[in-house]
T-cell receptor, first 109, second 113 residues
Framework: EDQVTQSPEALRLQEGESSSLNCSYT??????LFWYRQDPGKGPEFLFT???AGEEKEKERLKATLTKKESFLHITAPKPEDSATYLC??????????FGSGTKLNVKP | NAGVTQTPKFRVLKTGQSMTLLCAQD?????MYWYRQDPGMGLRLIHY???????AKGEVPDGYNVSRLKKQNFLLGLESAAPSQTSVYFC????????????FGDGTRLSIL
């Protein structure tokens, strides 16, 4: 069955401690992989779209990468304001979206 | 600079009552979506629309109906609310095709007693 799995479910970092979030997927052909950030009580906010293996996108302290089976969201020297839940979503060749359940990131000062 | 606006933000219903959630977008997007978000689960698609006057079923459509009479508005209706429909509902829109990023509203928190 097609699915998207995010790990870890929760991650606690000290300010400045770099780490990576994982999104693994099994779908019938990938049309796009999306990363979103969601703050408590808010809707998801778009971060990146990746379309093919080997592609990378960067924005401030975040860098997203894509392989044929997974994507990583690398966070370099995070700050407390990076604390949020990060969601991954995949669009397959049948135009179906699959969202992961998210990684809740907490960055302590 | 509103983007996607959802009304209401909070609502409490009794089992069997009906209500309509309103979503409005000011980005001239063709595609609109309704999702529900439950603890520990990813966003699940209820219904979506690829343009004015069109609607289609998503992953979990049972118990919900939708209408897209105007391009900028997408309505989600609950005809007879059930406790299993207690959730946070998100509306989203996207331009052009489905591989474009979606822009989300801030959600409607719905409790069914």
């Amino acid at each position: 069955e097609d699915q998207v799995t995010q790990s870890p479910e929760a991650l606690r970092l000290q300010e400045g401690e770099s780490s990576s979030l994982n999104c693994s997927y099994t779908v019938s052909g990938l049309r796009g992989l999306f990363w979103y950030r969601q703050d408590p009580g808010k809707g998801p906010e778009f971060l990146f779209t990746l379309y093919s293996a080997g592609e990378e996108k960067e924005k401030e302290r975040l860098k997203a990468t894509l392989t044929k089976k997974e994507s990583f969201l690398h966070i370099t020297a995070p700050k407390p304001e990076d604390s949020a839940t990060y969601l991954c979503a995949v669009l397959d060749n049948f135009n179906k979206f699959y969202f992961g359940s998210g990684t809740k990131l907490n960055v302590k000062p | 600079n509103a983007g996607v606006t959802q009304t209401p933000k909070f609502r409490v219903l009794k089992t069997g009552q009906s209500m309509t959630l309103l979503c409005a977008q000011d980005m001239n997007h063709e595609y609109m979506y309704w999702y529900r978000q439950d603890p520990g689960m990813g966003l699940r698609l209820i219904h979506y629309s690829v343009g004015e006057g069109t609607t289609a079923k998503g992953e979990v459509p049972d118990g919900y109906n939708v209408s897209r009479l105007k391009k900028q508005n997408f309505l989600l209706g609950l005809e007879s609310a059930a406790p299993s429909q207690t959730s946070v509902y998100f509306c989203a829109s996207s331009a052009g095709s489905r591989n474009q990023p979606q822009h989300f509203g801030d959600g409607t928190r719905l409790s069914i007693l």
